[in-house]
């Protein structure tokens, strides 16, 4: 049974990271792309930990951890050359 649950959660996530993929290559805005990211960069992170509590192994955990803090960082950094690039700043 914990099986059956574990791989229709998989694919009710890959499901949902193939339609957030849609967004972030058809978003009209810098906005729709960005959010898309964050979406789907979470929706990875939960693969990881359940993938991790599933198999019992703590190392996908750590590594879920630290994709979350670099994915946080990146989608700053992201956040801040969109925010530069709409107010016709340049900063190096």
Same mark, same amino acid.
């Given at each position: 049974m914990k099986d059956e649950i574990f791989f229709i959660t998989s694919w009710v996530f890959i499901l949902c990271i193939g339609m957030s993929l849609i967004r972030l290559?058809? /978003?009209?805005? /810098? %906005?729709?792309?960005? $959010? %898309? +990211?964050?979406?789907i960069s979470s929706l990875i992170l939960a693969l990881l930990v359940? #993938?991790? $509590? &599933?198999e019992g192994r703590? +190392? #996908? +955990?750590?590594? %879920?951890?630290? #994709?979350?803090?670099? /994915?946080?960082?990146g989608i700053l950094a992201i956040? &801040?050359?969109?925010?530069?690039?709409?107010? /016709?700043?340049?900063?190096?």
């Open positions: 290559l058809l /978003g009209p805005r /810098g %906005a729709d792309r960005l $959010t %898309a +990211l964050a979406v359940l #993938y991790g $509590t &599933q703590l +190392l #996908y +955990l750590d590594v %879920a951890l630290l #994709y979350d803090v670099f /994915g946080f960082l956040a &801040q050359f969109f925010r530069d690039k709409e107010s /016709g700043e340049r900063k190096l």
